[in-house]
C-alpha cells in the first residue's frame, strides 16, 4: 500500500522560505516520477518540481531558481525546498508519485498525499 504524508507547510512573510517533506511507504524513487505539485483556490493542479528515476530534475518556469526538490532515498523522503516565496505561491501543495511518463501532468500520478498549505502574506 502507497501512502504519501507531506508536513513542512506554514504561514511566512513574502521573501520567506518554508521546507516541505514527504514521507512515502510503498514506493520508491527508482520505480517512478516523483513531485511536487500545488493548487491555489479556483485554480488547477499545477506542477511545481518533478525528479525522475534517476535524479533528474524538472522545474515549473514560475520557480525560477527559488525552490529546490531532492531526495532522501535512505529516508525515502521527497523535500522540496521554497526560498523567496510570493504572495502567488500560497497555495495547497502535494506529493506526489507513480508516474512514468507525462510527468508535469497531475493525471499522471496516481499516488498522492493530503497536501499541506503554505500561505505567504505580502
Known amino acids: 500500500q502507497v501512502r504519501l504524508v507531506e508536513s513542512g507547510g506554514g504561514s511566512v512573510q513574502a521573501g520567506g522560505s518554508l521546507r516541505l517533506s514527504c514521507a512515502m511507504s510503498?514506493?520508491?524513487?527508482?520505480?517512478?516520477?516523483m513531485g511536487w505539485f500545488r493548487q491555489a483556490p479556483g485554480k488547477g493542479r499545477e506542477a511545481v518540481a518533478v525528479?525522475?528515476?534517476?535524479?533528474?530534475?524538472t522545474y515549473a518556469d514560475f520557480v525560477q531558481g527559488r525552490f529546490t526538490i531532492s531526495q532522501d532515498k535512505a529516508e525515502n523522503t521527497l523535500s522540496l525546498k521554497m526560498y523567496s516565496l510570493l504572495p502567488e505561491d500560497t497555495a495547497m501543495y502535494y506529493c506526489?508519485?507513480?508516474?512514468?511518463?507525462?510527468?508535469?501532468?497531475?493525471?499522471?500520478?496516481?499516488?498522492w498525499g493530503q497536501g499541506t498549505q503554505v500561505t505567504v502574506a505580502s
Open positions: 510503498g514506493v520508491t524513487y527508482y520505480e517512478y516520477y
Open positions: 506526489a508519485a507513480g508516474a512514468t511518463d507525462y510527468f508535469f501532468l497531475p493525471r499522471s500520478y496516481p499516488y
Open positions: 525528479i525522475n528515476q534517476s535524479g533528474t530534475v
